[in-house]
């Protein structure tokens, strides 16, 4: 039997309706009402969509308000006890607002009389496996009381059953909900992982609850199964769900679930293939069927073949969930029948997406108008895609049931295809293109070595010890982004739009002079994102209209798509930095002075690029990396001809490019590096690369960092507590670039006070040298307000300034 299905859809729902209804919300202009009812509106679109584009499980239990981790940590009462003194009443405004304040913090309410208390703060985020979407980490302790405080798994499935669709839920597995936990210090990893153990109860309610109102099936993400797992792991991932199992027998013995139909349990890894943990995942019976990524896990073909899953069913991940080409669905097919065509008769089958449809943008419609002509044809979203598994569906069905492989029918390709594809990669030959050759010529190291540098660099630039700067964006002020709407909708010329940044550059830097800073920064007012950005510059990709994706609750970015050689068609940043050069010689000159600031000139780097794009998927992703890194090597040349002598290269994203496969890791450390190596080394020794990177487990990527060869790293670290710290030994750390670990949370609005700066500084001093320390907040602040900004940097400065007296170097 051949069926359809996909492993999750987008939430966003038409004109980025979970976003709007959210942040509504949020601002008090709808009610509670309004926003669940939104939230209704978006699932039971998805629904009708899918089932009217012919899938036959459709999928619910994929939509969330803010988070699919955050959804269980409240289902399963994982609420860190910071919380204890929130309000969780039953009515559905308490509910949510408990919900939210996990996520975005609290003011505490001490004895439920709304007394403002300290701030609470909200969970943390991290990375969900290796794309760009965050996900809350939950909090677990010997004090969390696991039980299951809401079903509305069950209340949903119950809401598409009576919809009259066929659904199908989908819940986060037990191992992958304890893999984001976070566990109090002193928990062994043993410990850890016999939490799982109290969650599987909770799991077994639910299901057993799904079954009495009639759930033929669940799909159990574990994509956990697609990282390198330790054997402890792997063997309390077996016990769990024999445990499961076992329990969901008992419970049925006294009655509980469906006494005639017992529900089928799915367990779906994506991502990656199963690997080294095939064997004991695929051997856990209660299991009645295994998904499979087979764009991003084939090498689990040989082994899915020779266990022949005889009765069980195997579901098909053929068509890309996490990239934005169209399918090519004659190739699809031959693979299928290649591959699969044997397969014992007992077998049933379902074609799917490799992996949950979150990634994608929602329709390629919209781009239509937009995009160059060739390239929308090439592209497919979430909603093409689920159309390409439906038609494979019926082409692979036709096949199977005629059991004839000239069953093939090229109608069912679109007639347009074969043509279009050709257009793909026919830009123009950027190897027809000089190349620019900087004081480095062609060498992707530089010139000296960092001790080296940093010689010359400590002369050059002669700053105090503890120099103080920031990551780069300033406020993004409401003005600025109506000028860049007005400018994108013609109203404005670019013109107009570039003396509004320009007025805003003018501004910044007086700021930053009224402040004292050290090094300045131009406030990155000309850029929405950071890779959009570059996206836009960069000849090869383009940037879609309404192509967003969910990157956390309420956020959504564009990824641009990278269809061609990439190269750097015109300078990019310089236009900005001459100016900003301009200005600050200009107020130099006004005051007489003749000392010098520098200005750091802030770039994305290669890996980030790539990263938080849709690359082409022809050739591998390190010569695309390669070749983004050749055009930033290029701007990086020209901003040192123009005399920005510090330019910052961000990687945010190096730390997600690592493969979830541990034997995978070093050719990635290895390409990652030499990207950024080439974008950075075509410059004379004065000139101080810095790099910043944030929401990542530094300690992971030492290695990467090290090899970076930056003269300067400012981390994200105060957001995850300086967790980073925990794994460095004090005075024992090697790493001898100048770095800047944090000195306040730019993602709270609170303002750092001066002691709490002290304290973090203090404790950065015992790992690092105090002459490579330098003083920063620990990312952008593009998105605090104009009035939070100052009197933050205020206090970071004043402490800065006091240190220096302290040590008695002024
Ligand atoms: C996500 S990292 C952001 C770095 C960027 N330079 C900024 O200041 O916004
Ligand atoms: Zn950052």
Known sequence: MISSSIVGFPRVGSDRAHKFALEKYWRKKITVEELVEAGKKIKLRNWEFESKAGIEQIVVGDFSYYDHILDLAVAFNVIPSRFKDVKR???????FEF???????AKSTANGNNIEGDSIHPLEMTKWFDTNYHCLVPEISKHTEFKLTNKDLVEEYVHAKNQGYNAKPVIVGPATFIYFSKFEDNTSTESKWDYLNKLIPLYADLILELEKNGAKMIQIDEPILATTLDSEVLDAFDRAYKLLGGLIESKRNIGYGDPYYKIKLFLANYYSSYDENFDVATSIDIFDGFHFDLVNGISDIPKILEKGFKNKTLS???????????????????????????LDPSVSVIINSSCSLLHLPLTVKKEKDYLETDLYRLLSFASEKVIEISQLTTMISVYRESRSLVAFDENFQDSKFKKVFICK???????????????????????????????????????????????????QTTDIRSKRRAYKSGEITYEQYLDEIKRKIIDCIHLQFELDLDVFVNGEYERTDMVEFFGENLEGMEVTTNG?????????VKPPIIFAHVYRGNPMTCELMEFTLKTIQSVLDSIGSTKKKYVKAILTGPVTIVKWSFPRNDIPISEVTKQVAMAIREEVIDLEAIGVHMIQVDEPAIREGLPLKKKDQDEYKQWAIESFR???????????????MCYSDFYEIIEIIKGLDVDVLTIESVKSNMKFLNNLVPGKENYEAGIGPGAYDVHSPAIPSKEEIIQRIKQYTKYFDKKSVWINPDCGNKTRTEAELKPALQNMIAVAKQLRIQEGEN
Do not use: M
């Open 548 to 556: 967003w994706v969910q990157s956390y609750g309420s956020r959504y």
């Open 678 to 692: 080439t974008a950075t080394s075509g410059i004379n020794d004065f000139t101080q690369i810095h790099t910043h």
């Open 316 to 342: 098909l991940g053929l068509v890309d969930g996490r990239n934005v080409w169209k399918t090519d669905l004659k190739e699809r097919f031959n693979f299928f029948i290649k591959n699969f065509a044997g």
């Open 99 to 105: 919900y939210f304040s996990l996520a975005r913090g």
């Open 89 to 95: 009443g039953d009515g559905l405004e308490d509910k």
């Open 425 to 475: 990669h026919s830009r123009p030959n950027p190897d027809t293109k000089p190349r620019k050759t900087g004081p480095n010529e062609d060498k992707f190291t530089r010139i000296s070595s960092f001790q080296g540098r940093k010689k010359i660099q400590n002369e050059y630039f002669n700053l105090p010890i503890y120099p103080t700067t920031t990551i780069g964006s300033f406020p």
